[in-house]
């Protein structure tokens, strides 16, 4: 890939091993990449990376996701500043701010910015050859009332 990509990671913390557990395996995709995490979760990373000997420069952390992270987050999407995404959401329990992740995921959708919510997703987001295509230009999307006939 010639180009350096931007790429959100949040993870809940009954999924914080499970991000840490796929950073480290993707980490020759990710370590040519900007990483932009949410507090615990890129401080998380970053240890696990120092631990493992490997280098890599470029993880932001925007606060905890409970204190704004995942708002940060958004915004970045909303400027068209993050390419990716990958969202380790625990379905399993309630979170205190419920409205931010939804605010999350809905401008990923709005803003045609790929998220993936789970391992296997991510992976093949990852692996996909669009990112290595110069030529593809992901279509915007149509946002039109559909006429029935």
Known sequence: MNRKLTIALVAHDKRKADMIEWALHNVKFLSNHDLVCTGTTGGLIRKAFEDNDIQHDN?????????????????????KEINLAIFLIDDLSPQPHEADIQMLLRQCRVHNIPIACNRYSADLMLTSTLWDDDSYVPMEPKYIQFERN
């Open 59 to 79: 993880i932001t952390c925007m606060h905890s996701g409970p204190m704004g992270g995942d708002a940060e987050i958004a915004a970045m999407v909303v400027r």
